[in-house]
């Protein structure tokens, strides 16, 4: 769902050429078919991808809406959060 909630196509903004394949850096040792190259995929600059035309699900404000709302459940998520002991780095052993 929150891949869905970022995919700029809802609002008619298709992207294509956004990566480009490389050979992998740390390729897998046991390969079960070896004629088979294995690549990796890496991220284009956003300048060098082509924008296609398409037609639009929902409006570009209810798309801003839903990723404003997608950063604030993030940032308000249980696991991102520090555990705040009161008396930390107040007692010392001597």
């Known amino acids: 769902l929150s891949t869905m909630l970022r995919n700029r196509a809802?609002?008619?903004?298709?992207?294509w050429g956004s990566s480009y394949a490389v050979i992998p850096e740390k390729p897998l040792k046991d390969q079960k078919y070896k004629k088979i190259k294995k690549t990796s995929r890496?991220?284009?600059?956003?300048e060098e991808w082509i924008t296609i035309p398409v037609p639009s699900i929902i409006t570009p404000e209810l798309f801003e809406k839903a990723r404003q709302q997608l950063e604030t459940n993030f940032a308000l998520c249980k696991r991102n959060k520090k555990n705040d002991y009161l008396l930390a780095g107040k007692i010392l052993c001597a």
């Open 10 to 15: 809802y609002i008619g903004e298709a992207h």
């Open 42 to 46: 890496r991220k284009k600059p956003k």
